[in-house]
């Protein structure tokens, strides 16, 4: 997974609780990214971050929250979970001038 | 607005025989960046291939090839001989560089089935 972690792997929350999700790099990449990847929608954009400190919204960024205060670390927030948001979130890395991103192995999230 | 559709939601073949995944794209830009990835079983993302938008040449590597037609916005995928180890979710996607991020926009998978 090209150097790239997602902590944890797996959780489930009840509605109303928050949590983080970490995703880790240590390929000194300056894009880090979250996608959501729900049945039959193929990978949405959550979040994205083109250097640290900085973020941007994707496509549906609503319920979430990103902070990317490391290079090396983009964390991804939800401050009170929805079943909705029940789905597998995959962090990616990119780089500047080369288009393909490598993804994390993925965090299965179940909100009850 | 940028749409990577891929029509083709589930396929089953037989071992050893080809088989052809479909991708068509939409973008109103004149660079852009079109991409295969495949997700096994184990549900991991793996990049297979990176097409620019200027440059329409087939490329084939060991037993995938891929087929680019701007003329029909098509960008296809095609496993020759497929194995049981093919199996897997693949996914097309765009990125359109005037974005400046490199982001993707995904198509919603076809599903490959290569039966033993």
């Known amino acids: 997974n090209a150097g790239v972690t997602q902590t944890p792997k797996f959780r489930v929350l009840k509605t109303g609780q928050s949590m983080t999700l970490l995703c880790a790099q240590d390929?000194?990449?300056?894009?880090m990214y979250w996608y959501r990847q729900d049945p039959g929608m193929g990978l949405r954009l959550i979040h994205y971050?083109?250097?640290?400190?900085?973020?941007a919204k994707g496509e549906v960024p609503d319920g979430y929250n990103v902070s990317r205060l490391k290079k090396q670390n983009f964390l991804l927030g939800l401050e009170s979970a929805a079943p909705s948001q029940t789905s597998v979130y995959f962090c990616a890395i990119g780089l500047a001038g080369v288009y393909e991103q490598y993804f994390g192995p993925g965090t299965r999230l179940t909100v009850t | 607005a940028q749409k990577v559709t891929q029509a083709q939601t589930e396929i089953s073949v037989v071992e050893k025989e080809d088989v052809t995944l479909d991708c068509v794209y939409e973008t109103r830009d004149t660079t852009y960046y079109l991409f295969w990835y495949k997700q096994p079983p184990s549900g991991e993302l793996v990049f297979l291939i990176r097409?620019?938008?200027?440059?329409?040449q087939n490329e084939i590597s060991g037993r995938y090839s891929w087929n680019f037609q701007k003329s029909t916005s098509s960008f296809n995928f095609t496993i020759t001989a497929s194995q049981v180890v093919d199996s897997a979710v693949y996914f097309c996607?765009?990125?359109?560089?005037?974005?400046?991020?490199?982001?993707?926009?995904f198509g919603t998978g076809t599903r490959l089935t290569v039966i033993p």
């Open positions: 097409r620019n938008s200027f440059d329409e």
């Open positions: 971050s083109v250097g640290e400190g900085t973020t």
């Open positions: 996607a765009l990125s359109e560089v005037r974005t400046g991020a490199n982001n993707l926009f």
């Open positions: 390929m000194n990449h300056e894009y």
